[in-house]
């Protein structure tokens, strides 16, 4: 099976086993007070080596104190860094694989107090505050930081180092105009806004060895006004080939630009390969590696067969499921657990400060714990009321854990709400990780039962010690002056992703969380004339950063009106008078109000639990309405709990 992408390569002195890299990510878990690794980290990088990628990066490797990007990631800037480091490369070079660490320098983009960056110009976004100007004598301190750095790793018995040069960071705002406006040395022209990172990539070969194979991430386009272009680095590429670079890694974006560099599933799979393809025709032999949304081994076989990289990177896919390589090479496409691209508890949580996670994979930071996990001292029969994804992920552990597991769902297929709302435009990934589990079912043999509501004879007959209640939530109706009096129609938003009303042809969606917004995008897109009414004072605060921007720019496309701060006088029989931020609005002539706030969760069986030996267990919405993130990690849970 996809023998281009399972085929060896040549990176530098080393043997690549094949065309896969683990990209580096800032997950932000796993140092301890001093930044040094832990068995936290150690062990999350054990299990994707044990998973079979070819080669793997540490993210966020920092050169200097004054660059730290995230206040929880590794240090590289003090030989006390060294032994952690040394146990970790041990634990992980068990797995044949080439291991390396990514090394950078945050400047306008660290969250830290004080800033620095080539010229003082504060990032466009996400960090915020002021950013000095660098001297020149710092320039060559920072220099020599980066290759002691480079020593550090080589010392510690990494394979190799990449050099963190795209999305915004130190390297990269030297060679962007928007970023650089020295008139010195190191700006101004391309050779003087590049001068920095050939400086440290001579400092690292004369410091760590010129055999000692440095990579490079470098952006084919950062996406901003004045920034960083892929006509920039063409001209680049060749460039950084002549001084011996062991390989181009080539992405997009900064902080601030119109396509992000973490791409949420509104984004097209593969957004940046034709960065790569364009590098790929101007060097003769450097290797070069691909990014951006690549979660499909096919896509990623024909990348390599076709000639447009020479690698795939992969960051989210291998967070999701550490195990894609070896079930990629097996032909188990169907079992590897997908990215569904929510961004959720990659980027947000690790732009928030918080330890990096995922909303489909709940082991990602406890793969230290889980490695100590004993086996069930029991069989028990489990049955698993709902076949949302928390009953289904709940079943799926259940039965992996050894139980015997049954599942019934009152209605006529899986999913519940999730299914629903994969049906909007844009979010149809989400009913990937529906598919993982509905098949993960059929593979541990585990019976789903529909139309098929929980009742006394379903557990008479089945005889549980167990009962998960995953029955999940339902739209909650409002009580709100004139609202069940209006002529108006009154539908929810289950009503409408599910066929069973059609909306008139000027609607009022009432909510503005992440339901409210895909609804509202739905029916723009059908053409409607769309009002979204949001009580609360932020737009779908449940949804990733980067996920929200790409669904409000659609919002903006289909003409959708946003109110915030919404306080409802009364709905009239066209329409509704409002005010919002103060001020008041009147209007009319609209056909559907459509709810779509808060859900009420569904749990009026646990009243059977009265009439059985079983326990009874509530997880997912039927719990609390909440994220999937949450709900998933919480049936998972129940799963090894017993």
């Known amino acids: 099976m996809l023998p281009d992408l399972f085929s060896p390569i040549r990176i530098g002195n080393m043997e690549v086993k094949n065309r896969l890299l683990m990209s580096a990510m800032s997950i932000n878990f796993g140092v301890d007070d001093q930044c040094h690794v832990t068995d936290q980290l150690i062990e999350y990088f054990v299990a994707r080596a044990k998973g079979g990628v070819g080669m793997m990066l540490v993210g966020g490797g920092s050169v200097h104190p004054g660059g730290q990007e995230l206040p929880d990631l590794p240090q590289m800037y003090n030989d006390a860094c060294i032994p952690s480091l040394k146990v970790m490369v041990e634990r992980v070079k068990k797995y044949d694989i080439c291991f390396g660490v990514q090394l950078m320098h945050g400047g306008r983009q660290s969250y830290l107090p004080e800033k620095v960056a080539p010229s003082a110009i504060p990032a466009p976004a996400v960090v915020k505050g002021e950013v000095r100007a660098l001297e020149i004598d710092e320039i060559k301190e920072l220099v020599d930081c980066f290759a002691q750095s480079a020593r550090r790793c080589k010392e510690a018995g990494f394979d190799f ?311 999940g939530s339902m739209p909650d109706m409002p009580v709100i002056k004139g609202l069940f009096k209006s002529a108006m129609d009154l539908v929810t938003n289950v009503d409408v992703f599910s066929g069973e009303e059609v909306p008139g042809k000027k609607v009022i969606v009432l909510g503005g969380g992440m339901t409210g917004l895909i609804t509202a995008d739905a029916l723009a897109e059908q053409g409607r004339e769309v009002v979204v009414l949001n009580r609360k004072k932020s737009f779908a605060e449940e949804m990733s950063s980067n996920d929200r921007y790409y669904l409000r720019e659609r919002l903006k496309k289909g003409k959708v009106k946003l109110y915030k701060e919404v306080a409802i006088q009364q709905f009239t029989d066209g329409g509704v008078e409002f005010t919002a931020n103060g001020d008041a609005f009147s209007l009319t002539g609209f056909e559907t109000v459509v709810i779509s706030e808060k859900h009420l969760s569904v749990r009026e069986a646990k009243k059977l639990e009265k009439q059985t030996r079983a326990v009874f267990h509530l997880i997912g919405d039927a719990k609390s309405p909440r994220h999937l993130m949450y709900c998933v990690s919480e049936a998972e849970e129940a799963g090894r709990a017993e």
Request: net charge neutral; with cysteine.
């Open 161 to 471: 180092i990449e050099l963190h040069g795209a999305h915004g960071y130190l390297i990269n705002q030297f060679m962007a105009p928007n970023c650089n406006i020295r008139t010195d040395e190191y700006g101004g022209n391309f050779e003087n806004r590049t001068r920095f990172l050939f400086e440290i990539i001579e400092a690292i070969k004369e410091i760590a060895g010129p055999e000692y194979p440095v990579g490079i991430r470098i952006n084919g386009n950062d996406y901003i006004k004045n920034g960083w272009e892929l006509k920039d680095t063409v001209r680049l590429a060749p460039l950084l080939e002549k001084v011996g670079v062991a390989y181009l890694h080539i992405s997009g974006g900064v902080y601030g630009s119109t396509e992000l560099t973490i791409p949420s599933m509104y984004t097209p799979q593969g957004c940046f390969i034709h960065l790569a393809e364009a590098v790929k025709k101007v060097v003769d032999k450097v290797p070069v590696i691909t990014v951006g949304r690549i979660k499909d081994p096919a896509m990623a076989n024909a990348i390599i067969k076709e000639g447009k990289a020479d690698m795939v990177a992969l960051g989210r896919s291998i967070i999701a499921d550490p195990e894609y390589p070896n079930k990629a090479k097996a032909g188990l496409i169907s079992n590897i657990r997908p990215c569904v691209g929510c961004c959720l508890g990659c980027i947000h949580a690790v732009l928030a400060k918080e330890p990096g996670s995922c909303v489909v994979n709940p082991d990602v930071g406890r793969e230290y714990k889980l490695a100590q996990e004993e086996a069930a001292k029991e069989k028990l029969k489990v049955l698993v009321a709902g076949a949302g994804p928390s009953g289904l992920a709940a079943a799926r552990m259940f039965a992996l854990r050894g139980h015997e597991v049954r599942v019934c769902e009152k209605g006529e297929q899986q999913g519940g709400l999730l299914a629903l709302a994969s049906k909007a435009p844009g979010r149809g990934e989400l009913g990937d990780i529906l598919r993982f589990f509905r098949e993960e079912l059929v593979r541990l043999g585990v019976a789903v039962q529909y139309n098929t509501p929980l009742s006394k004879k379903i557990l008479d007959e089945f005889s549980p010690d167990h009962v998960i209640m995953a029955t």
